[in-house]
């Protein structure tokens, strides 16, 4: 972004702000990703700073003298607001190439964002982000903060924050979305109610209308969290990397990688070129055969993927039409890389699980579904990985 282009900017969002009184509660308690009061984070007054083209303002928490964080000076304060501001406004610019960020601001699921001199979550954990609820069911905040992003030389280097601010809206679309949960809840499985379709009806199907079965499946059988928990309080991949992200919250990771294998899922059943190359793959998500599809954690193996089917002694009806399956689970090992006779192997670069990109997952899904869930669906492939099941 250019100079000029900048100061541009800054003079028309420094013409949007409109200071006003004190409100006479200067703070409000959100709450915490378990659904219980967070601590108390400070609400700073004023009508904020508007991002053209978006709906949240951007507000400036600087502390206060007597507070344990160091507050911001105006220098600082006046760097952190003005590239946050260019970054929302470059994000917006490019928002379809962020479809996390694009669903946040179409659905309006951001109420604000404030700047803080640190960010703490509500066990004193210092973060560089953090999505925090409000009382108003599907709507959250954003904090960033401004001491990381000094430590980090983010301050005016908009293309280098884009990336890494864009990131948090993973969040921000979970947090909105799963607010009035109980940590709890439970949706036991319907198998007989469930759309199943035959493959010949799922061939004739469109990649919309695949998709939109697909959506139907998940609130009826068909699951994408791991029954066992194996991630509780792990650390998740950056994509693309084998750098890991401390979990904000006990079950970060376990939402993380929930979202990225629903979106896998949904690439399988959209995109032509699956159902040309690995139509096994597709009928298989969608006839009642598959019923599972998760990361785990599981460090006695070395496998990468794995298929396990329940024995024909085990096999259950779906649909109303009562087909007869025997149901298979495709699991994710989160730290281990493939092996050179993977059929994923070439996909993946090295990578670990964790770390593949959307793509990589679709691949990495379709092709171990492709290969191994007649073979083992034949004999029921869960006695020898009973004994290193996640714990």
Request: net charge neutral.
């Amino acid at each position: 972004m250019s100079r000029w282009m900048s100061l541009g900017l800054w003079a028309l969002f420094l013409m949007h702000v409109v200071v006003v009184c004190v409100t006479a509660d200067s703070y409000v308690a959100l709450t915490s990703h378990e659904g219980q009061s967070a601590a108390e984070f400070h609400n700073p007054s004023g009508a904020g700073y508007e991002v053209p083209g978006l709906s949240f303002r951007v507000f400036v928490d600087r502390g206060v003298e007597e507070a344990t964080d160091e507050p911001l000076d105006q220098v600082q304060a006046d760097a952190a607001l003005r590239t946050v501001i260019e970054t929302f406004s470059y994000l917006n610019q490019h928002r379809h190439s962020y479809p996390r960020f694009d669903e946040a601001v179409s659905k309006s699921l951001l109420e604000r964002v404030i700047i803080e001199p640190s960010v703490r979550n509500h066990e004193g954990k210092f973060f560089p982000f953090l999505v925090v609820r409000t009382v108003n069911p599907g709507r959250v905040r954003l904090l960033i903060s401004a001491s990381s992003m000094r430590e980090q030389g983010y301050f005016g280097a908009v293309e280098r924050f884009a990336p890494v601010l864009v990131r948090e809206f993973q969040w921000v679309v979970s947090k909105a979305g799963t607010g009035q949960k109980p940590k709890t809840a439970s949706i036991e499985r319907d198998l007989r109610h469930a759309p199943i379709r035959t493959d010949k009806e799922i061939r004739a199907l469109s990649g919309e209308e695949r998709v939109q079965l697909l959506e139907q499946l998940f609130e009826t059988y068909l699951r994408t969290v791991d029954d066992q928990r194996s991630l509780e309080g792990r650390s998740y991949y950056e994509v693309g990397s084998t750098n890991l992200v401390d979990p904000s919250q006990p079950d970060s990771a376990i939402k993380f990688y929930d979202i990225r294998v629903r979106e896998a899922l949904q690439k399988i059943v959209r995109a032509p070129s699956f159902l040309d190359r690995m139509p096994l793959a597709v009928t298989s998500l969608m006839n009642g055969t598959i019923w599972n599809v998760a990361f785990v954690k599981v460090d006695q193996r070395d496998w990468a993927t794995r298929t396990r089917v329940q024995p024909a002694d085990k096999a259950v009806m779906v649909g109303v039409a009562g087909r007869s399956v025997q149901p298979a689970a495709i699991l994710i090992n989160l730290h281990r890389t493939a092996a050179p006779d993977d059929p994923f192997y070439a996909d993946t670069k090295d990578l670990p699980m964790g770390a593949l990109s959307t793509d990589q997952l679709a691949l990495v899904i379709a092709k171990e579904i492709q290969q191994n869930i007649i073979e083992k669906s034949q004999r029921g492939h869960v006695a020898q990985d009973a004994l290193t099941a996640p714990k």
